[in-house]
């Protein structure tokens, strides 16, 4: 299959890419984090999260950050609500669009949000209703697609469940993700297939961990595949605080990069994704990647 022309970034650094960082990062940080990657040309950022934030601190003042940021036109602004408070809560912020997450594995939707995989469904049918009343898009994240922290292997086919649940109910992209980064290629082809014969690929977006260094060959993988929607964090920040060792997204800028060079449109000024990525990790005190030798810093 030829690999697509152009594909869409989901930049997730505001919210997966912070939301472990032990030390509380001020409101203003963040406001400035999300208006210099909006300046980049990325048109779907994740800025917050309105969880409770006994669970997760860092995540407290979502609020405050979506009325502080100067939007830009074209631009989605999205949250992560895992129940109907929450999705109140981003309603009241003005958000553009929400998420939710799911699991593959019962031992990670356990130890996650502390219910079955049936039972967190369930809970999603009136954030679902409301988000219909309320016009709001509804986005899923699909955890442990390529291995679970607890239960170890999981089966393609209960990938393309979980997913058709999903998609049941009402959500219009399915994130799979690849939680502590032990995806390959190989694994890729599989999961994809699966979860291909009952959604169609235009649904689908992948979700890469950088933990064991293949983000990269697994984009590719999932090009050849006919995918055109990643995410991505800015400087390769983030993790999971429910899977140990599930350190760092796939970087946008290192996403980008791969992508210009073979051709691909992104819409997004790569020279512009290092400045915002050295600003944020200098902030946080993330090491600094190396730069890639690369085609060119923009491409649209």
């Known amino acids: 299959m030829t690999i697509p ?17 032990t030390a509380l990062i001020p409101s203003d940080i963040k406001i400035q984090l999300v208006e210099k990657l909006a300046a980049t040309g990325l048109s779907a950022i994740e800025c ?13 003042d979502s609020a405050a950050v979506f009325s502080g940021i100067q939007r830009q036109p074209g631009v989605t602004y999205s949250a992560l609500t895992p129940n109907l408070k929450g999705l109140e809560s981003a309603i009241a912020a003005g958000v553009d669009e929400v998420a939710v997450f799911g699991s593959c594995t019962e031992a990670f939707s356990l130890k996650n949000i ?12 009136p954030l679902m209703r409301a988000a219909e009343q309320a016009n709001l898009k509804v986005r899923a994240y699909l955890s442990c697609a390529f291995g679970c922290p607890y239960s170890g292997e999981v089966s393609p086919l209960q990938v393309a469940k979980v997913a058709r649940q999903l998609e049941d109910l009402g959500c219009y992209e399915i994130a799979i993700s690849d939680t502590i980064g032990t995806g390959t290629p190989a694994l890729v082809e599989s999961v994809v297939n699966a979860v291909a014969g009952s959604l169609p690929l235009q649904q689908l977006a992948m979700h890469f961990h950088d933990t064991q260094g293949r983000a990269l060959a697994n984009v590719e993988q999932s090009l050849k595949m006919g995918i055109t929607v990643f995410d991505s964090a800015i400087g390769g920040l983030g993790g999971c605080p429910y899977a140990d060792g599930a350190s760092g997204n796939l970087a946008t800028e290192a996403l980008v ?19 915002v990525g050295e600003f944020i990790n200098a902030y946080v005190g993330a090491p600094k990647s190396t730069k890639p030798a690369l085609a060119s810093s923009k491409n649209n």
């Not at 919210?15 to 960082?21: F, I, S, V």
């Not at 502390?114 to 049918?125: D, G, M, P, Q, V």
């Not at 073979?262 to 290092?274: I, M, N, P, S």
């Open 48 to 60: 917050g999260s309105f969880v409770n934030p006994k669970w997760v601190p860092q995540m407290a």
């Open 114 to 125: 502390n219910c079955s995989i049936e039972e967190s469904l369930a809970r999603f049918k």
């Open 257 to 275: 990069g791969l992508l210009h060079n073979k051709g691909v449109e992104t819409g997004v000024d790569l020279a512009q994704c290092w400045v």
């Open 5 to 21: 022309q152009r594909v869409k970034i989901v930049e997730v650094g505001p919210r997966d890419g912070l939301q472990n960082e």
